[in-house]
């Protein structure tokens, strides 16, 4: 009985310890796992601070080389050739607050970062620094830029003061020429009619036996000519009378060979000199 009870104690001791073992094992896989799993989330935190670290570097790599094109003497800027310095300034404008922001991003990580991560801190200051730096390069440049596009303005101001002469002086001088050939077509042009007494006096060009005796009469039965071109007039008729006034020897009345009846003008100031209408009665 002794004997047995013994073995049960013994027994009972082993199962103990043996709990302890697996526990014991399972605390320190639970500690390695945990260190494990820190690690790599350190790893991956210091990643992307590098990453950030990076591409504030690459963007005043890029802020410097647009600040190496930008060369206030150039002679192009003389001539108001600007283009290529405002899309530069633009470029560093933008890049310059893309850095502000990475450089603040930084910050906040380094600020809820772990203890391991305080080494990047003197990294993250030395970046702001050199962007203060640029800060202060990027204002001296913009007022470098300021003083010169006075210049350009003021230049600009004088060219569009000209340009605005110019396109003052070609309208003036359209327009006095639009006036000077209105006023030339109206001397030059006179109106012509030829018709039958019945057909003159229905469109009261001809009334109680004179001609064009009011104003009252049908304009548009006219053809309109410019005198300095039309010389010779067709009255398409064996018989013609010319019935408006015109000075003699100013004008022939002749056949042609068809036996018709044209007027010849051998004086056109002179026939046109009385009145610029012509009328002419055929039958």
């Given amino acids: 009985m002794k004997k047995l009870l013994y073995l049960a104690v013994i027994a009972m001791t082993m199962i103990a310890c043996q709990e302890k073992k697996q526990d014991a094992e399972s605390a320190a896989q639970a500690t390695i796992d945990s260190l494990k799993a820190v690690n790599a989330n350190q790893a991956q935190e210091l990643e992307e601070f590098m990453g950030l670290i990076d591409q504030v570097n690459e963007g005043f790599r890029l802020i410097k080389e647009a600040e190496g094109r930008i060369d206030v003497r150039d002679a192009s800027v003389e001539k108001g050739n600007t283009q290529h310095i405002t899309e530069d300034m633009e470029f560093i404008q933008q890049t310059m607050k893309q850095n502000h922001e990475l450089i603040e991003q930084l910050k906040k990580k380094l600020s809820n970062s772990s203890k391991s991560m305080s080494s990047l801190a003197k990294q993250v200051k030395a970046l702001e620094q050199q962007m203060a730096e640029q800060d202060n390069r990027i204002q001296e440049l913009q007022t470098q830029l300021a003083e010169r596009d006075i210049v350009i303005e003021e230049q600009g101001k004088t060219i569009s003061k000209l340009n605005e002469n110019v396109s003052s002086l070609t309208t003036e001088n359209e327009e006095k020429a639009a006036q000077v050939a209105a006023q030339d077509k109206e001397l030059n042009t006179a109106w012509y009619v030829f018709g039958s007494k019945k057909e003159l006096k229905e469109q009261r060009i001809l009334t109680s036996g004179d001609v064009l005796k009011d104003g009252n009469f049908n304009k548009g039965y006219f053809t ?17 009378k010319v019935l408006t006034s015109h000075p003699d020897g100013s004008y022939q009345l002749i056949k042609n060979d068809n036996k018709e009846y044209e007027i010849q003008i051998t004086d056109p100031a002179l026939f046109w000199s ?7 009665q055929v039958k």
Wanted: hydrophobic letters at 35%; aromatic letters at 8%.
């Fill in 224 to 240: 309109q000519i410019d005198i300095r071109h039309t010389k010779s007039i067709r009255t398409y008729s064996k018989s013609a």
């Fill in 274 to 280: 009385v009145s610029k209408y012509l009328v002419v």
